[in-house]
């Protein structure tokens, strides 16, 4: 199971609004000046990511949860998102290469077979988008921001 923390936006009725934020690509360490990784995560359009998870608990704005997802509706997205555009690509351009023995239509058949695949992982995404193994759970609940009251006393410790 991969595991993610996140920080509830809001509750309401049953669902946390949660968000994410992007952590290096190995996470074993918290550099933010030196660390290649975490520069190129940055030059990416978003760093943090909101989603909604179905809770019965309430939560509070602030508190932490532990998010999980099992390793194996991971790859099989990954394999989706990444792998249906790339058959699309070859098999559109080889086809076209193989009917015209022409450059131009294979290179046509490519882009009209890569667009073809990207609508068919969106359209099989969509229906794998609400199925229970594709969807986070919230695996631990940290306590509330104003849980820890933290009061100095000024009164010395007897010697």
Not at 58 to 78: D, F, N, Y
Not at 107 to 116: R, T
């Amino acid at each position: 199971m991969l595991k993610e923390w996140a920080t509830v936006i809001s509750w309401q009725d049953g669902i946390a609004k949660l968000r994410c934020e992007t952590q290096a690509g190995c996470s074993s360490c918290h550099s933010r000046s030196g660390c290649g990784a975490r520069v190129l995560n940055e030059l990416g359009p978003q760093t943090e990511h909101n989603l909604q998870v179905n809770i019965a608990e309430r939560l509070e704005p602030g508190q932490k949860v532990e998010l999980g997802i099992t390793e194996g509706s991971l790859l099989r997205s990954a394999f989706l998102v990444y792998m249906t555009p790339l058959l699309g690509v070859i098999f559109g351009g080889g086809l076209l290469q193989w009917l015209t023995q022409s450059d131009l239509y294979s290179v046509i058949g490519a882009v009209a077979g890569g667009a073809l695949g990207f609508v068919t992982a969106r359209a099989l995404a969509s229906r794998l988008e609400n199925q229970a193994g594709y969807q986070p759970v919230i695996l631990q609940i940290g306590l509330p921001p104003d849980a820890f009251r933290y009061q100095h006393d000024n009164t010395q410790l007897p010697s």
